[in-house]
């Protein structure tokens, strides 16, 4: 069990390499102290549930890095690039598979097909990976291998489910329309993630805790308009 919260901490680190760049830390209630030195691998304190959390939201941190001039507000972080080349299958034709994990909060589901690192979805002439909250978040994050295109259409299984607004290195956001996701007969949102070193799961997420319940290595398939 993860400690609940209905307060957060910020935690902010000054880097020793370069003091013009501060790490700033959310969701961890902190176990060092103000003046501590903190090496790599070193425990800095216990995930919260942060009281900011959704219902479905897991524990983890939030880090951003900043200016020590402006250490603290929510908008202000530098961008970071990602590094690593996307392994992008080929895209989805059907949100079908098997239930690994099923809590009144939300499902688990492992897709059937072979993937690695996300979900992959149609950009235009391009293949990318989802990191985002369909349609929960309103914004779809896409990472690409190539810069795609500022105007560009989202296609998951097939379907539109957003258009390009901004594109940054190698990855874009893009406005999601709402599309309608069921399962056995009710609406449901997919949260989306990146994975570096885990088969990719997708995350069934009912509208209320307990609407959707699921069995354990059950078959699913998800119907999306």
């Known amino acids: 069990m993860f400690k609940g919260s209905i307060y957060d901490y910020v935690l902010l680190l000054r880097s020793l390499e370069n ?28 995930l919260l549930r942060s009281g900011f959390f959704d219902f479905w939201t897991d524990p983890h941190i939030h880090v951003e890095v900043r200016r020590p001039s402006d250490p603290i507000r ?28 099923s809590k009144p ?10 993937f690695k690192q996300g979900i992959p979805v149609d950009l235009d002439a391009h293949i990318g990976l989802l990191d985002a909250g369909i ?6 994050g896409i990472h690409t291998n190539v810069n ?11 379907k539109k489910i957003g258009t390009v607004k901004s594109v940054h290195s190698n990855m874009c956001i893009a406005e999601c329309c709402s599309p309608t996701l069921t399962l056995n007969g009710k609406p449901v949102g ?8 885990s088969t990719p799961l997708m995350k069934i997420v009912p509208r209320r805790p307990g609407e959707v319940i699921l069995r354990k290595l059950e078959n699913v398939s998800l119907s999306l308009y």
């Open 135 to 140: 349609p929960h978040y309103r914004w779809i």
């Open 190 to 197: 997919l949260s989306l993630y990146m994975y570096l070193s």
């Open 74 to 101: 929510a908008r202000g972080g530098f961008k970071l690039e990602r590094l690593i080349k996307i392994d992008a299958a080929e895209p989805l034709r059907k949100l079908s598979g098997r239930v690994v994990e």
């Open 19 to 46: 003091p013009e760049r501060w790490v700033k830390i959310l969701h961890v209630e902190p176990l060092v102290k103000v003046g501590d030195t903190v090496e790599p691998g070193e425990d800095l304190g216990v």
């Open 148 to 158: 795609p295109p500022s105007s560009g259409i989202i296609r998951l299984c097939n």
């Open 105 to 114: 909060e939300y499902s688990l589901i492992a897709l059937n097909g072979r």
